[in-house]
């Protein structure tokens, strides 16, 4: 890179940050309440929700792993993506709606509801910091990596400005500022993706075979990369099916996507939001494989030397060759853009995870840790309801300052693990325990009549224990002599099982050594009302 391309890649990233900042400031106002910092007031309209779900979710690693994967591995690296866009489908159909009239804040609001167990929260709220941490640190050192490699910033510097964007996004405006930092990150990448798509095709007549079938001239993996199995030939089905389930159901139990319903009116909002984020989610990875594609026919038989070993730079070197190559304007403004826009996505989906650690530790962890719990007043008093509203306002001041803490937290390890480290098993790790500590939970807890805090509590620890365990087991993570016993990269297909037994084992085991709890059907039959007609659920913030 010459030292006029990575000043403009620094100056086109100052502007992008400049407009989160901007957006965060002007958040700060609608974010002093509780409802408004940890929900937005409930306020967010379908599309700015479907948006900013879709920001949560495609993440640099999206833009710029899965290309380098394609670039590689082909058709298996687009069987991927498809499994990242079907995970929405459980999402829609047995959570979304039933999530936004349950629940209140986090994901233990929703665990809780029938029980009020404050060992459920706990565990829980342990659960998602881990989950939340994996994701953290996958995405700090990718922006790292990414600025390190396009602009000149040493990998140290960038994770401390990533990492303090996203704290100051949190504490200053909340949930309402994460959110516009999401739909902003989303629309510019929606554009920039229509931009490199429609310039790749250009190059071959905007004929998609053509573009394949230069590809396939020039791939190192030659007519393979049009057929499965360059990444799962070797391990088998099995492995593809564990893959695809880690990413197709985990999704479900991801605490800082799922706490994005509640950031809506009406549980018919979140189910809409939905349907923008599948749409928007399906155009950009339709793109994406275009790119993979499009990068080996562009770049010809030498990309490889280009774009790296693992292939992450297919996407910078690709949109600079299409500019005009290095050295150029247009290729200098282009990688420029890339870097702007790689660099945002990253900033936002770590935000959304920040305020969702924060808020979890806030809610539900921090009044379990003060010496003197105030006593309740009696239900439905105006006193009672004054007390709520003081306890959340005391919460959400200790999330802004939990937010600063997790930052500085997520940056000290990212410094020290470095940028080596594979951040593919981080967010492995986190769609593994997402999909075996919280998915098997939530749907018996919203299901089940017989589920109780027992189970909740077997079941996800079981779930984030295996994950952990048999990680250790797999080829990336083995440290012993010889092969790893385990050859399924990610072993959801075992560990999912396993949360869900321990959640039922563990709820009849209690339920016969203490019998039914009072008025749990009654709880139960409260949720299901609550949860399929929206009497009872948590209102809009008055405006």
Known sequence: MTGEADYLAIAVCSAVISLTLWVTFHAARRSRSAT?????GRSIKSWQNGFAIAGEFISAGSFLGTTGLIFYKGVDGAVILCTSVISFLPVLFLLAEKMRNVGK???ADVLVFRTGARKVRVVVAFSTIATGTFVLLAQLVAAGVLLESVSGIPFEISVI?????????????GM???????????????????IVGLGIVSQFGFSLPKVLSTATDHAVAGDAVLSPGLIFGQSGA?????????????????????IRFFTVPLADTARKSLGWTVALCSMFYLIVIVMGFGAVAVLGEGGADRVGAGGNLAAPVLV???????????????LALVAAVAFASIVAVVAGVVISAAGTFAHDVWPTLRRRPESP??????????STASNEAKQAKVAR????????????????????????????????????????????????????????????????????VTLMFTEALWLGSGPAPLTIQLPVIITMPLGLAAAVIGSLVAERRHGRADHADEKFAEMIVRAETGIGAELAEAK
């Open 36 to 40: 408004g910092f940890f929900a937005a």
């Open 105 to 107: 804040y986090t994901l």
């Open 161 to 173: 400005v990533a990492g303090s964007l996203m704290g100051i996004y949190v504490f200053v405006g």
């Open 176 to 194: 309402l500022a994460t959110t516009w930092v999401q739909v902003i990150k989303s629309a510019i990448l929606a554009v920039l993706a229509i």
């Open 238 to 258: 099995l492995n593809l099916i564990s893959y695809a389930l880690a990413f197709a159901l985990g999704t479900a139990g991801m605490a800082h996507i799922l």
């Open 320 to 334: 600079t060759e299409l500019g005009g190559g290095v050295g150029t304007i247009g290729g200098s403004i282009a």
């Open 377 to 386: 007043a009696p239900q439905g008093s105006s006193l009672a309801a004054a």
């Open 401 to 468: 300052f939990a937010a600063i803490g997790f930052s500085i937290l997520a940056i000290l390890l990212t410094m020290a693990i470095g940028d080596t480290t594979n951040i593919t098993y981080f967010m492995g790790m986190a769609f593994m325990v997402a999909g075996s500590a919280h998915l098997p939970s939530l749907l018996l807890s919203l299901n089940w009549r017989r589920f109780n805090s027992s189970g909740a509590v077997w079941g996800v620890l079981t779930g984030l224990v295996s994950t952990i």
